[in-house]
């Protein structure tokens, strides 16, 4: 079935980096666009960018501008996303999303990666 | 960035109620806005997207419509598995934006 399945949850110490890692199965991995998103602690979603699967093209938000890298690998169907200088305020949920070929809209979501930063 | 302002944070409501949440766009974005559903400890769930098409599987008692700049999700009559909190999110720009979420609670 279609899905996506993200890595196990990680610490960090601040001014470290992470990579989260989204492995898609069960579609054609190059024809949909991914999506990260972030969810601290009892907040709402924020979003941090997009990839082209195939062509590696990535936009960011401004404010991760500098500090997160989106890749893939159409080898295995996984898309990464790597955040640096983690500082206690990027401790949150982070997904990977699937925008939909049709609709735009994310229709399918990893399950969440948790990443806490703590000295 | 186009910002998302949905209103209002949270609510109370029984089972059997109408509910209605509304986001209000920062500029227009041309009916490209969807609606999503989380549930505690979950991943978001996309339930309407280009305003009020339903995504498959999603149950009619969920609707969307649009005036303006103000788009609106409607649960017609709520039930038990309905209590979550939801979000919109326009996806006129590449820099996709979220609304901040309402959550709907047990009256």
């Known amino acids: 079935q279609v899905q996506l399945v993200q890595s196990g949850a990680e610490v960090k110490k601040p001014g470290a980096s992470v990579k989260v890692s989204c492995k898609a199965s069960?579609?054609?991995?190059?024809?949909?666009?991914m999506h990260w998103v972030r969810q601290a602690p009892g907040q709402g979603l924020e979003w941090m960018g997009i990839?082209?699967?195939?062509?590696?093209?990535?936009t960011y938000a401004q404010r991760f501008q500098g500090r997160v890298t989106m890749t893939s690998d159409t080898s295995t169907s996984t898309v990464y996303m790597e955040l640096s200088s983690l500082r206690s305020e990027d401790t949150a949920v982070y997904y990977c999303a699937r925008e939909g070929a049709n609709t735009r809209a994310f229709d399918m979501w990893g399950q969440g990666t948790m990443v806490t930063v703590s000295s | 960035d186009i910002q998302m302002t949905q209103s209002p944070s949270s609510l109370s409501a029984s089972v059997g109620d109408r509910v209605t949440i509304t986001c209000r766009a920062s500029?227009?974005?041309?009916?490209?806005l969807a609606w999503y559903q989380q549930k505690p400890g979950k991943a978001p769930k996309l339930l309407l997207y280009a305003t009020s098409r339903l995504e498959s599987g999603v149950p009619s008692r969920f609707s969307g419509s649009d005036s303006g700049t103000d788009y609106t999700l409607t649960i017609s009559s709520l039930q038990p598995e309905d209590f979550a909190t939801y979000y919109c999110?326009?996806?006129?720009?590449?820099?996709?934006?979220f609304g901040q979420g309402t959550k709907v609670e047990i009256k």
């Open positions: 990839i082209t699967p195939n062509t590696r093209s990535t």
């Open positions: 999110q326009q996806y006129y720009s590449n820099f996709r934006t």
């Open positions: 500029q227009g974005i041309s009916n490209s």
């Open positions: 069960g579609y054609t991995f190059t024809r949909y666009f």
